[in-house]
Structures are given as C-alpha cells and as structure tokens.
C-alpha cells in the first residue's frame, strides 16, 4: 500500500463519519504550534518574524492537548517554530499518541539525532547494539555519543522520549538540494544534517517525510533531483506545495533582505508551470495527499479554499483564517468556525474574494478541499481511493552519481558562503584582516548550530559580498 492501512483507513473514517452527520465545517488536521521559537532564518518564512514579540511564549502542554481534543483533527502537525526546541516536546509526542492521533513532527532536522540518541540510550540493551553498530559504521553517531547511549544511567533510561510508531512521522524540511536548500534555509551544512538525520530515523525504525516548498527561482529538475534522492533513502512519503506571497513572509522578504516579494514567489500562473508534472511525480513518488488536489495544482481543475478543514493553534489562540494569513484569534474552534466569515476569502471561478488569496494554492487550504470533494467531478472519490490504498512506488535506485547531484553545495566547496570565502582567503584580504574576521564570525557561527534561538540573518553573506564588489570597483 502507498501508506500504512490503519492511517489511511482512520482518515477515511473521519471523513465518513461527519459526512454521515452531515457536519458542515469540520477539522481534518490541526496545525500545532507550541511556539515560534527556531534556530534558523529561512528565506520566505515568516513565521518568527510575524510573532516576534512572543518568541519566548510557549502553548502549555495541558493547553496543546486540551486542543487537540477540542477540534478531534485525526492527524496533528506539530510545527512552530522548531517544534524540537519545545522543552516539552516528548510529553506532547506521547500524550497525542495516546490520543491516537497521527503525527507529523515538522522539523528543521538540526535536533533530530539528539532526539533519537536520547531514544536510544533510553531502550540500550545489548540487542540494540547491532543498530549502534551501523549507525557507526555510517558515521551517524560518534564512538563518544555510543558510549553516552550503552552506559546511560537510571534518568536516561527514565527519560520520556520519542519512540518509532507507524502514527508519526519525522516530517523534515527539505527545499531543494543541498547547494538551493542551505541558500534557502541561510545556513550551510544543514542539508547535510537533514540527510543524516533522516539515515538514522530509517536505521532506527521510524518513519520518516520531507515537506518542500516551491518558489520562483526552484527548478523543475532539481526538485525530480530531489524526490528520487530522497526516494533513494526510502524517506516514506513526500509533501510538497508552492511559495505563497502571505503578509509576514512578504514584510520579511522587504525589511530584512532587501528583496521584492514577486521575485520570490510564485504566481497562480507560475505555480501551474512549476507543478506540471506532479502528477508524474505523484506515480513514481509516494507523494501526500490526494490526486484531485494535484490535478489543481497542474491547473487541469479548480478548488475552494477550505482552510478551516487544517486549523491552527498557537501562542494567541485558534488562528484565522488560515495558515498564513492572521485576521484574528480566536479562545475556541467551534468559536473560530462561526465568527469568521468564510465566503470572504479564497479563490472562485477563478476570482479572488480577498486579493491577498490571489496567488494561493497551498497545501493548507486546499489538499483537504480534494479529499473532502467541495468541488467533486465523477470519479474523484475512486481516485482518492485508488491512490491512497494503491501500491506504494518502490523506492528510486541508490547510487553514487546520485549522491554527488544531491551534495552540490557545501560538501564541494561550493556552497552559498564560498565566493565570499574564496575572496576572503586573497592575500589583500589577509592584509587588511578581514580573513581573520571571518574567520572568528564562522567559529561563533558554527559554535551555535543546533543549540540556540537563532536571530541571525544574511546579514553575513551579504556583507561579505558587498566586499567583494567593493574590491572589484577598486581594481
């Protein structure tokens, strides 16, 4: 089957049951987030920016529960933020599971292996050690962290921790290959963590997913690239969805970087073209959510927004009316499902209601519109079916050119920082010391990967690239 039999057969039961009830507005997946906080900058989110006020606000874990149960979504997407940084984040896992809801963890990958490792010393027998053998032997852990893991004292074997089950999912983001997603997410060195991560997920029993986001510049092959490396790692499904312009995302891309929003994102027009070919993707690649919704994307149909069927919950309350755009929060679902006028947003027959919904065809608003049939054609119900519970794609072939198209950035010298660091290394810039500046802003870079709120920006790449304009006016 393309997914596990019980998650599909849960969310088609969902589905069945409120249709029966004749339910007008119902949750299909909650959008969890406990926080805003996160380690990285990503071009094109918005997220920590919009929140920047509440960075150090976090959803008590009674309260993440509590609304978990009050809007019975079937599936939760923990995300944020980084959700891994949320202290709690092993206690919301597990209380969500005994909930038994299905889980994406929606995460960056930086904090992955610590958590699998605490899992790891948490469940340390000696018939565990040929896992800890391989995950040496790939170089996924180090001599030093598998001896933490065989000698974890009685707190480590105690610790509550994050357990492989078939209802979660490692969700981690992935925008490209490495050289395109370190540029997006402005840290080198993190697709590579991604890929480790998602490595020793595999080895030590959980599932695994990758979430991308297309923009204006992505291309087309790399992204094919990408599924089939990914495919290669036998990651068990995909999502992907295209860069929407929303007002967060928009002021960042002004404010911050200095850039205009339609050089970045993409169109309604744009994402037609970028997404041609999904539904190819969709046969050779165990891609998420449903063909009717793929069709949308390829623009062979329309859909309405039904943005209130993927609610999100966050530091303020029931966000609305979607995702990405922030017209109120609400105290309660039911609350945010009546106030909010939703006839007043989305795309019909082709016409925005608000024009900030123009250029929107997100996942979030409109994946669940295919699955729920708001806008139904015959036959939509047996593709639905038939994709779901058909056979899963067999993973692509591993091979070494494969892994060299994939590690086109940093791994090779040539990563979004090395012309910046090529020019650095000249001898005039030895001379007037910037080498050595660098040199110290790389430590301290490098020193906080993975370990604290990140605040930084391309504040660094684009200085150091001014320099090198600067010096090539002079000669």
């Known amino acids: 089957m393309r997914f596990p039999f019980a998650l599909s057969a849960k969310i088609a039961g969902h589905i069945i049951k409120h249709k029966l009830k004749r339910t007008p507005k119902f949750a299909m997946v909650l959008q969890l987030e406990p926080l805003h906080t996160c380690n990285l900058t990503c071009t094109g989110c918005g997220r920590i920016r919009e929140y920047s006020t509440n960075l150090k606000d976090m959803v008590p874990l009674e309260k993440c529960l509590a609304v978990a149960m009050e809007c019975d979504a079937p599936m939760v997407s923990i995300c944020g933020g980084e959700p891994l940084i949320y202290p709690k984040i092993e206690e919301l896992v597990n209380g969500l599971l005994e909930q038994k ?25 000696t018939e565990t050690e040929p896992t800890l053998k391989k ?19 009685d707190a480590a074997k105690k610790k509550c921790v994050i357990r492989p089950t078939q209802w979660m999912y490692w969700n981690v983001h992935v925008d490209g290959l490495e050289f395109t997603h370190d540029l997006i997410v402005e840290r080198e060195g993190v697709f590579k963590e991604c890929v480790e991560a998602i490595k020793m997920a595999k080895i030590c029993g959980y599932q695994t997913a990758t979430n991308t986001t297309v923009y204006k510049e992505t291309d087309v092959q790399e992204l094919e690239d990408m599924f089939k490396f990914l495919s ?16 967060a995302a928009k002021k960042d891309m002004v404010s ?4 205009q929003p339609e050089d970045f994102f993409l169109t309604r027009k744009m994402t037609r073209q970028k997404f041609a070919k999904i539904q190819e993707w969709g046969e050779k690649f165990t891609i998420f959510g449903t063909p009717v919704y793929q069709e949308f994307l390829a623009g062979k149909r329309e859909l309405t927004c039904t943005a209130w069927a993927i609610p999100t919950y966050n530091i303020k309350g029931w ?10 929060h609400y105290d309660g679902y039911q609350e945010m499902l009546s106030k909010v006028n939703w006839e007043k947003y989305g795309v019909v027959d082709g016409v925005a209601r608000d024009p900030r919904c123009e250029n929107c065809m997100v996942h979030c608003g409109y994946d669940p519109s295919g699955a729920l049939g708001t806008n139904y054609q015959r036959g939509d119900n047996w593709k639905n079916f038939s994709y779901n519970f058909g056979a899963k794609p067999k993973p692509y072939p591993a091979s070494p050119e494969l892994a060299k198209t994939a590690f086109n950035g940093v791994t090779i010298g040539q990563g979004h920082l090395s012309q910046a660091k090529a020019a650095l290394n000249s001898p005039r810039a030895a001379m007037n010391g910037a080498q050595a500046a660098f040199s110290r802003k790389e430590e301290t870079h490098e020193a906080h990967v993975g370990t604290h709120c990140g605040t930084s920006d391309t504040s660094e790449r684009d200085e150091l690239l001014a320099k090198i304009d600067a010096g090539k006016k002079a000669e």
């Open 101 to 125: 809801r299905v889980l994406y963890i929606c995460t960056n990958g930086v904090f992955m292996r610590k958590k699998m490792r605490d899992y790891l010393a948490a469940i340390y027998t």
């Open 135 to 153: 995950l040496l032997a790939e170089n996924l852990i180090s001599d030093k962290e598998a001896e933490v893991i065989r000698n974890a004292n």
């Open 232 to 247: 290669s790692l036998e990651v068990d499904g995909h999502t992907i969805s295209p860069g929407y312009e929303y007002d």
């Open 256 to 259: 911050r970087l200095g850039k």
């Open 319 to 328: 966000k609305a009316p979607c995702y990405l755009m922030t017209d109120g």
